[in-house]
């Protein structure tokens, strides 16, 4: 299935500015979320084909908002991608763990 909407789960709007930016140029359709609590909520209402998730988050992190996104079984199958400053082996280890795929 191609990618045709993406969300981008990220606390900074700076880099949600800059990741929406060059997807949309892409032709991507974007939707935003600022909070893992809003990035469930969002991933539920717009059924997105793929989810880039920051990790480092206020409230809910990237790994909680991801394990609550896959604990729901509609959402199996949605790749989920870690965004990260902090791209450490360890890091990518404790992401897929989360039930990210990369």
Do not use: W
């Not at 981008?8 to 032709?27: I, M």
């Not at 469930?40 to 809910?60: C, E, N, Y």
């Amino acid at each position: 299935m191609p990618v045709k909407n993406i969300l981008v789960v990220d606390d900074s709007p700076t880099e949600r500015f800059f990741t929406v930016d060059l997807l949309t140029k892409a032709g991507y359709l974007v939707t935003t979320a600022e909070s893992g609590e809003e990035g469930i909520a969002k991933a539920k209402s717009t059924k997105p084909d793929l989810i880039l998730m920051d990790v480092v988050m206020p409230g809910l992190n990237g790994y909680q908002a991801t394990r609550k996104i896959r604990s729901d079984a509609r959402f199996a199958p949605l790749p989920i991608v870690a965004m990260t400053a902090h791209a450490t082996m360890e890091e990518r280890q404790r992401c897929l763990e989360a039930g990210m795929d990369d």
